[in-house]
């Protein structure tokens, strides 16, 4: 399915072709009915009636996006978010991975803009449950990154409310957490396999012979060119041929169109090209 699928409003259309243009996020991602109830409660604040009104606001006043992402929730986290991705990555990639693996060194996975930890532990329990299904004698180390040190405390601590794990499948839920009072402790062989780092995504990569990078939703409040910048460090960090999955609403831009194959165009799945 195409975006224009998703949405057929024109002037809605025209909107996200705006926003597109000025930030490189594409909300066609987004279904209509939600993203069009998430838009009118900016739309209200602003006292503007029709879409074009407000991608003129946008327009002249750009201090309007933080805002606009805060109402679509994008500045939010959770274990298994967008689970069709998850199911992506263990359908698709997890398998090319263990196939290519190089002698018994485990492979590396970095989540970068880790936040709280939701998305590396559910990448580790993707992991092992890849493992027990597929039974291939490989190993995993993930490790995260944040730039704000409360979050990665947060994440170190291993430990979640209900609100972050409404998307996970409760099998996994009760395989992978403790129960404890109205919380969930992450159990200790998942959180060994996850090493949490600060690190600022606009400074070269801290890795290098990554196999498999996450960073999704952690760039949207960068311009076109940190973008571009974001992505040449990945590039550097990837090994030969390696992953890099986005956001469902980040997408390859300028010079970094070049560096990536599309792999997964719904899951925002990319092969890093050869050099
Ligand atoms: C909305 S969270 C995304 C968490 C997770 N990747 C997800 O998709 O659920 C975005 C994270 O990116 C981090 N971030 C933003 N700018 C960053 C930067 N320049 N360097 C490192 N991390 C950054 C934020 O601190 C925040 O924790």
Sequence with gaps: MTPRDVIDDPELLALADRILADTGFDIRQYKERPLKRRLAVRMRACQLSSYAAYAERLRQDPSEYPRLWDALTINVTGFYRNPET????QDRVFPALAAEARGGAPLLIWSAG???GEEPYSIAILWQE???ASRVPCQARIVAT???????RKAAAGRY???SLTELPPR???RYFAERGEQYQVDAATMAMVEFRRAELMEPAPFRNVDLIFCRNALIYFSRAAQDAVFGHFAA?????GFLVLGKVETLLGQSKERF??????ERIYRLNAR
């Design 86 to 89: 998850y199911a992506a990555v």
């Design 114 to 116: 880790c936040s709280s």
């Design 130 to 132: 890849f493992i027990a």
């Design 146 to 152: 944040d730039i704000d040190a409360d979050s990665l």
């Design 161 to 163: 409310g209900t609100s």
């Design 172 to 174: 996994l839920l009760a």
């Design 237 to 241: 960090a990837l090994r030969p041929a």
């Design 261 to 266: 194959a599309a792999y997964d165009v719904k």
